[in-house]
Every structure is written in C-alpha cells, then in structure tokens.
C-alpha cells in the first residue's frame, strides 16, 4: 500500500542553519508527492509539490528534489528563520485515486 | 482563495451524547475530506466522499458517520461520543481525479473536541 515515513518527529536548530527534514515513502505507482505546513493554531496548507517533469519545486525559500531511485522527497532550505517554527508534513498522492496520504510530520522548532 | 469553513470551532461534549461536526466549501469540489489531528499520529482520514450522497470509509471510521447531502456540505457523526475521540478535527476539499488535477487539498480552520 501507500505510506510516507517522516523520521524525524522533532527538529530543533538555530536561526540561519540550514533545514532538512526528511521523507521517504512507498507507493505501487508513481506518485506526487507534497510538503505542507501547519503553523501553531493554523489549518495546514500546501508548501510544495512535486512536477511531472522532475523540476524543483520552490516556495517561501524551500525546496525539495524528488529522488525515485531512493524513493525520498526531502524539505530542505538554506537558512532557518524563525517564522519557519511548524509543523511540516510530508504527503503523496497517485493519480488513480482521490486520497492523500500523510506522513506523521515532523515538528521544526527554529531558535534565535 | 479556496475557503473551507467548519463548525463549530470549538465542542465540549459528554460521553454517549451525539456530535455533529460541519463543514461548508466554496471551491466547487467534487471530494471532500475529515481528518483528525492527534499529537504523534499526524492527519489521520477518517471518512471521504467523491460528491454529493456519496461517503467513504478512510483508515479510522469506526465510531464515527459521515453524510454528504450537497456538493458544499460535509458532516461528520459521533453518534456516542467517547473520551478517546477528542482531537481536533479538520475538514478538506479538493479536486477530484484529472489531468489537470492539482491533487491539492484545502483546509478548513478545524474544530477542537472535548469528550468529557
């Protein structure tokens, strides 16, 4: 079946590192896969998503390379800020049905 | 903007009383989605519909009904509310199946529930 893996539950680093946070998943087919992004009392919304044609999707300063070989699709971004303190799901989708599937999400807490 | 509204936003219930959750969507979406957020376990699918009449069964309906009656309409059933099931709970829309399917889901603010 489909599923997502997020390792890490929570990640806390410092202002100005760099973020990487990790998703790896399994699916029969080929899937979308998606980032989104729930900040404290917020509802989640989409980050990013994965192209068709392997481009990179970027947002807010994030990105994230969907690698088939090793079945990943890590968040990654160069410098931490504070407002970048949520929680970050990692999601695919496959095109012969409706449903998103969510992994448990990773908790990212930037301090100063 | 895709809106998705949920009511109500807050609901403190006692166990073996009967729960009503609402969600309303202005996106014209075929699919409509409600999950539930628990510390640990992420967005968990509790029931779905692909329109108007329809429900699915996702990976936790147990104790829970879902009712479809519109397009806009989505409603989610606690018949006996237990303690286990306070959580706080999200509803979604999204485009259905497609070519020029986005695939992306939209999120309503959600509803925090308390079974004492």
């Known amino acids: 079946g489909d599923s997502v893996t997020q390792t890490e539950g929570l990640v806390t680093l410092t202002e100005g590192l760099p973020v990487m946070l990790n998703c790896t998943y399994q699916s029969t087919y080929s899937p979308f896969l998606f980032w989104y992004v729930q900040h404290l009392n917020e509802a989640p919304k989409l980050l990013l998503k994965s192209f068709t044609d392997n481009k990179r999707p970027e947002h807010q300063g994030f990105h994230a390379t969907l690698h088939k070989s090793s079945s990943s699709f890590h968040l990654q971004k160069s410098s931490a800020q504070l407002s970048d303190s949520a929680l970050y799901y990692c999601?695919?989708?496959?095109?012969?049905?409706?449903?998103?599937?969510f992994g448990d999400g990773t908790q990212l807490v930037v301090k100063p | 903007e895709a809106a998705v509204t949920q009511s109500p936003r807050n609901k403190v219930a006692v166990t073996g009383g009967k729960v009503t959750l609402s969600c309303n969507q202005t996106?014209?979406?075929?699919?409509m989605y409600w999950y539930r957020q628990d510390t640990g376990h992420g967005l968990r699918l509790i029931h779905y519909s692909y329109g108007a009449g329809s429900t699915e069964k996702g990976d936790i309906p147990d104790g829970y009904k879902a009712s479809r009656p519109s397009q806009e309409n989505f409603s989610l059933i606690l018949e006996l509310a237990t303690p286990s099931q306070t959580s706080v709970y999200f509803c979604?829309?999204?485009?259905?199946?497609?070519?020029?399917?986005?695939?992306?889901?939209?999120f309503g603010p959600g509803t925090r529930l308390t079974v004492l």
């Open positions: 979604a829309s999204g485009e259905g199946l497609g070519y020029r399917s986005s695939y992306e889901q939209y």
């Open positions: 999601a695919l989708s496959r095109n012969s049905n409706n449903r998103i599937f």
């Open positions: 996106n014209n979406h075929n699919n």
